[in-house]
């Protein structure tokens, strides 16, 4: 027998929102601290790792079928390996702006020595 005043019945979340957030949340709650350990070790910038470790999460978000991980902590150091393997390489590859006055005065200091 039905009420006549009961609430609707709450709709259901689409899978595949709810299984991505809980799996990244549950991974990285669980491997946040060694996360974070990892990429302080090698960057030696708290803030930087700290938007690297948001970077790994937000990549995590991003995977569509998540019942192919089978090893969700391996998965997840190398998410933020390869990460940190982009950081580094972004660096390197940056462009260097010299400021000619700075130059131009280090040279006539080389030139005055002489």
Known sequence: MKRKN???PPEPKPAAASQG???SGAAL???RHGLHRFLLRR???KDTAEDLAQEVFLRLLRIANRTLIQRPEAYVFQ?????LSELKLR?????ITFDSQVADEGIEGLIDES
């Open 6 to 8: 009961s609430p609707p």
């Open 43 to 45: 960057l030696r910038s």
């Open 29 to 31: 709650e669980g491997f």
């Open 91 to 95: 660096e390197r590859r940056s462009v």
């Open 79 to 83: 998410v933020a390996y390869n990460a």
């Open 21 to 23: 957030t809980a799996f």
